[in-house]
């Protein structure tokens, strides 16, 4: 298996089989995020395609104060939220429409997956990158250029809107 500085040391050499194998070893992370985050199939192919090509151009700037892959995660975030023009809401109890009713079904993975796309996008991916991805809210707000504190709200009435639509 090829270790991470090999991988760079390639790319940046524009070496087909390491550009590759970056690829393959990212894409389906990156592909999912994306998704989660537009909560479209196409939009999340653009993401992948346009933050890939980022990854490529700029992996020289790349400075290991991370992890590859959280860098790339950063720049498949930045290409999702701008994408779907993520709004963050001003008034988060204004209702947004369709309420899932679960019944008596136990919620499970595809469940939860389906009520999570149903978020307002600002919702969805303020709770996708807390919840989900793991980022603090400082990250979250500076990755979205909002404060900490809209960052803190914005969760506390997604998860707030995701207990409506799973009730």
């Known amino acids: 298996m090829t ?3 090999e991988l760079i040391s390639g790319c940046l050499i524009h070496d087909r089989t390491a550009q590759r194998l970056l690829y393959d070893r990212y894409k389906k992370a990156m592909y999912t995020l994306a998704y989660r985050i537009t909560g479209d199939f196409d939009d999340a192919n ?3 395609q346009d933050a890939f090509l980022d990854v490529f151009r700029h992996l020289d700037q790349f400075r290991s104060e991370s992890s590859l892959g959280a860098w790339i995660k950063k720049i498949v975030v ?3 939220t701008k994408k779907k023009r993520i ?3 001003q008034n988060p109890d204004e209702s947004t429409g369709e ?3 679960w019944g008596e079904d136990e919620i499970n993975a595809a469940h939860l997956e389906a009520a999570i796309l149903l978020l307002p996008d ?3 991916t303020i709770f996708i990158l807390a919840e989900v991805e793991g980022y603090s809210h400082r990250e979250i707000a500076a ?3 909002i404060s900490e504190g809209t960052s803190k ?3 506390f009435h997604a998860k707030r809107k995701l207990r409506s639509i799973l009730s």
């Open 78 to 80: 930045r290409k999702s």
């Open 122 to 124: 600002g919702f969805r």
């Open 46 to 48: 653009d993401v992948l």
């Open 153 to 155: 709200s914005q969760l």
């Open 99 to 101: 309420i899932i009713n």
């Open 87 to 89: 709004v963050i809401w």
């Open 3 to 5: 270790s991470e500085a």
């Open 143 to 145: 990755i979205l250029e």
